[in-house]
Protein backbone atom coordinates (compact mmCIF):
# COMPACT_ATOMS: atom_id res chain seq x y z
CA UNK A 1 0.00 0.00 0.00
CA UNK A 2 1.39 3.02 -1.02
CA UNK A 3 0.38 7.05 -0.65
CA UNK A 4 -2.71 8.41 -2.26
CA UNK A 5 -2.45 10.64 -4.95
CA UNK A 6 -4.56 13.22 -2.37
CA UNK A 7 -1.50 13.12 0.33
CA UNK A 8 0.68 13.74 -2.62
CA UNK A 9 -0.31 16.48 -4.23
CA UNK A 10 -0.40 18.14 -0.82
CA UNK A 11 2.27 17.92 -0.26
CA UNK A 12 3.41 18.85 -3.39
CA UNK A 13 2.75 22.37 -2.09
CA UNK A 14 4.76 21.84 1.34
CA UNK A 15 8.10 20.44 -1.27
CA UNK A 16 7.86 23.93 -2.89
CA UNK A 17 7.21 26.33 -0.34
CA UNK A 18 10.17 27.83 1.22
CA UNK A 19 12.16 25.82 3.64
CA UNK A 20 12.63 26.62 7.14
CA UNK A 21 16.19 28.20 8.07
CA UNK A 22 18.33 27.85 11.33
CA UNK A 23 21.29 26.47 12.37
CA UNK A 24 22.27 23.05 11.56
CA UNK A 25 20.04 23.30 8.30
CA UNK A 26 20.56 19.72 6.40
CA UNK A 27 21.87 19.28 3.04
CA UNK A 28 19.30 16.42 3.04
CA UNK A 29 16.14 17.99 0.45
CA UNK A 30 12.44 16.79 1.43
CA UNK A 31 11.35 15.67 -1.61
CA UNK A 32 14.59 12.91 -0.99
CA UNK A 33 13.26 12.45 2.30
CA UNK A 34 9.74 11.80 1.16
CA UNK A 35 10.83 9.79 -2.18
CA UNK A 36 13.10 7.73 -0.24
CA UNK A 37 10.70 7.05 2.92
CA UNK A 38 7.05 7.71 2.24
CA UNK A 39 6.27 3.87 1.54
CA UNK A 40 8.40 3.27 4.98
CA UNK A 41 6.16 5.99 6.85
CA UNK A 42 2.95 4.77 5.39
CA UNK A 43 4.03 1.63 6.13
CA UNK A 44 4.59 2.01 10.35
CA UNK A 45 1.51 4.28 10.14
CA UNK A 46 -0.82 0.93 9.71
CA UNK A 47 1.30 -1.28 11.26
CA UNK A 48 0.58 1.67 14.94
CA UNK A 49 -3.11 0.58 14.02
CA UNK A 50 -3.96 3.99 12.13
CA UNK A 51 -7.37 3.25 9.95
CA UNK A 52 -6.44 3.18 6.34
CA UNK A 53 -9.38 6.05 5.60
CA UNK A 54 -6.92 8.11 8.00
CA UNK A 55 -3.80 7.28 7.24
CA UNK A 56 -3.22 9.43 4.37
CA UNK A 57 -4.21 12.92 6.47
CA UNK A 58 -1.45 11.39 8.88
CA UNK A 59 0.89 10.40 6.47
CA UNK A 60 0.25 14.66 5.73
CA UNK A 61 0.91 15.48 9.01
CA UNK A 62 4.33 13.48 9.52
CA UNK A 63 5.86 15.07 6.70
CA UNK A 64 5.06 18.34 7.63
CA UNK A 65 6.47 18.16 10.43
CA UNK A 66 9.18 16.74 8.85
CA UNK A 67 9.19 19.95 6.33
CA UNK A 68 9.17 22.04 9.63
CA UNK A 69 12.33 20.35 11.34
CA UNK A 70 14.10 19.03 8.46
CA UNK A 71 16.89 21.89 9.47
CA UNK A 72 17.22 20.42 12.43
CA UNK A 73 18.62 17.13 11.13
CA UNK A 74 22.38 17.03 11.58
CA UNK A 75 22.30 13.90 10.38
CA UNK A 76 23.57 12.18 13.98
CA UNK A 77 21.34 9.20 13.16
CA UNK A 78 19.71 7.55 10.48
CA UNK A 79 16.81 9.35 8.44
CA UNK A 80 14.61 6.27 9.04
CA UNK A 81 15.30 6.37 12.83
CA UNK A 82 14.44 9.90 13.09
CA UNK A 83 11.26 9.91 10.33
CA UNK A 84 10.02 7.11 13.35
CA UNK A 85 10.56 9.25 16.13
CA UNK A 86 8.61 11.30 14.76
CA UNK A 87 5.41 9.68 12.93
CA UNK A 88 5.50 7.94 16.16
CA UNK A 89 4.30 10.76 18.33
CA UNK A 90 1.95 11.80 15.18
CA UNK A 91 0.29 8.72 15.70
CA UNK A 92 -0.10 8.88 19.36
CA UNK A 93 -1.94 12.33 19.07
CA UNK A 94 -3.81 11.25 16.38
CA UNK A 95 -5.18 7.88 18.54
CA UNK A 96 -5.60 10.15 21.25
CA UNK A 97 -7.67 11.95 19.41
CA UNK A 98 -9.88 9.56 18.26
CA UNK A 99 -10.00 7.48 21.14
CA UNK A 100 -11.45 11.23 23.00
CA UNK A 101 -14.15 11.23 20.43
CA UNK A 102 -14.55 7.45 20.54
CA UNK A 103 -13.47 5.78 24.20
CA UNK A 104 -14.80 2.20 23.03
CA UNK A 105 -12.44 2.27 19.92
CA UNK A 106 -9.45 -0.19 21.44
CA UNK A 107 -5.61 -1.25 19.15
CA UNK A 108 -7.04 -0.99 15.29
CA UNK A 109 -9.47 1.77 13.92
CA UNK A 110 -10.62 -0.49 10.82
CA UNK A 111 -12.93 -3.89 10.64
CA UNK A 112 -11.90 -6.92 8.80
CA UNK A 113 -12.93 -5.84 5.39
CA UNK A 114 -10.11 -2.96 5.96
CA UNK A 115 -7.18 -4.92 7.32
CA UNK A 116 -7.70 -6.96 4.05
CA UNK A 117 -6.75 -3.80 1.89
CA UNK A 118 -3.43 -3.60 3.15
CA UNK A 119 -1.36 -5.68 1.06
CA UNK A 120 -0.33 -4.50 -2.48
CA UNK A 121 -1.56 -6.83 -4.82
CA UNK A 122 0.59 -6.12 -7.90
CA UNK A 123 3.87 -7.57 -5.54
CA UNK A 124 2.17 -11.08 -5.77
CA UNK A 125 2.61 -13.06 -8.68
CA UNK A 126 -0.41 -14.33 -8.71
CA UNK A 127 -4.12 -14.32 -7.45
CA UNK A 128 -3.85 -16.96 -5.18
CA UNK A 129 -0.41 -15.56 -3.80
CA UNK A 130 -2.27 -11.99 -3.62
CA UNK A 131 -4.90 -13.63 -1.65
CA UNK A 132 -2.33 -15.21 0.43
CA UNK A 133 -0.43 -12.10 1.46
CA UNK A 134 -3.77 -10.43 2.16
CA UNK A 135 -4.74 -12.65 4.48
CA UNK A 136 -1.13 -12.94 6.83
CA UNK A 137 -1.23 -9.30 6.73
CA UNK A 138 -4.81 -9.41 8.39
CA UNK A 139 -4.03 -11.64 10.64
CA UNK A 140 -0.55 -9.89 11.53
CA UNK A 141 -2.44 -6.75 12.00
CA UNK A 142 -5.12 -8.34 14.33
CA UNK A 143 -2.45 -9.49 16.34
CA UNK A 144 -0.65 -6.38 16.40
CA UNK A 145 -3.62 -4.68 17.93
CA UNK A 146 -3.29 -7.19 20.43
CA UNK A 147 -0.21 -5.41 22.03
CA UNK A 148 -0.23 -2.57 24.15
CA UNK A 149 1.07 0.26 22.32
CA UNK A 150 4.56 1.13 23.11
CA UNK A 151 5.19 -2.22 23.15
CA UNK A 152 3.53 -2.32 19.74
CA UNK A 153 5.86 0.31 18.80
CA UNK A 154 9.30 -1.77 19.96
CA UNK A 155 7.86 -5.01 17.81
CA UNK A 156 6.83 -3.08 14.50
CA UNK A 157 10.58 -1.29 14.44
CA UNK A 158 12.36 -4.93 15.48
CA UNK A 159 10.57 -7.36 13.99
CA UNK A 160 8.90 -6.08 10.80
CA UNK A 161 10.89 -3.44 9.82
CA UNK A 162 14.29 -4.82 10.90
CA UNK A 163 15.68 -1.39 12.87
CA UNK A 164 18.62 -2.30 15.42
CA UNK A 165 18.43 -1.79 18.97
CA UNK A 166 20.54 1.40 19.12
CA UNK A 167 18.19 2.76 15.97
CA UNK A 168 15.05 1.76 18.25
CA UNK A 169 16.28 3.33 21.44
CA UNK A 170 17.48 6.13 19.92
CA UNK A 171 13.53 6.53 17.90
CA UNK A 172 12.22 6.50 21.36
CA UNK A 173 14.09 7.94 23.77
CA UNK A 174 15.23 5.31 26.10
CA UNK A 175 18.14 2.82 26.36
CA UNK A 176 19.03 -0.28 25.33
CA UNK A 177 18.28 -2.82 27.70
CA UNK A 178 14.79 -1.04 27.91
CA UNK A 179 14.13 -1.56 24.42
CA UNK A 180 15.52 -5.18 24.75
CA UNK A 181 13.18 -6.14 27.83
CA UNK A 182 10.13 -4.52 26.37
CA UNK A 183 10.81 -6.33 22.70
CA UNK A 184 10.78 -9.71 24.89
CA UNK A 185 7.53 -8.57 26.56
CA UNK A 186 6.01 -7.97 23.15
CA UNK A 187 7.23 -10.60 21.33
CA UNK A 188 5.64 -12.96 24.24
CA UNK A 189 1.79 -10.66 23.97
CA UNK A 190 2.56 -11.61 20.64
CA UNK A 191 3.16 -15.18 20.73
CA UNK A 192 0.21 -15.57 23.16
CA UNK A 193 -2.29 -13.75 20.85
CA UNK A 194 -1.07 -16.24 17.98
CA UNK A 195 -1.74 -19.08 19.60
CA UNK A 196 -5.69 -17.41 21.11
CA UNK A 197 -5.27 -16.78 17.10
CA UNK A 198 -4.61 -20.66 16.23
CA UNK A 199 -7.17 -21.82 18.94
CA UNK A 200 -9.69 -20.17 17.21
CA UNK A 201 -9.41 -21.80 14.12
CA UNK A 202 -7.40 -19.48 10.80
CA UNK A 203 -9.66 -17.09 10.06
CA UNK A 204 -12.09 -16.84 12.92
CA UNK A 205 -13.71 -14.56 14.32
CA UNK A 206 -13.10 -13.06 18.15
Known sequence: MTPGPATSL?????????????LGASAVTFDRVYD?????????????????SAADDVLQQVFLVVHRRLPEFAGASSTRTWLFGILLRVVREHRRTLHRKSPHLRG???GDDDLARIPDASTASNPEQALSQAEASRVITE???E????????????????MTAPEIAEALGMDAPAVYSRLRAARTDFERAAAAYRRRGLGGKR
Do not use: C, Y
Not at 10 to 22: K, M, W
Not at 147 to 162: G, H, I, N, S, T
Open 147 to 162: LEDDKRAVFVMAELEQ
Open 108 to 110: GEG
Open 10 to 22: RLHAVSNAPAPTG
Open 143 to 145: LLD
Open 36 to 52: EHAEFVWRSIRRLGVDE
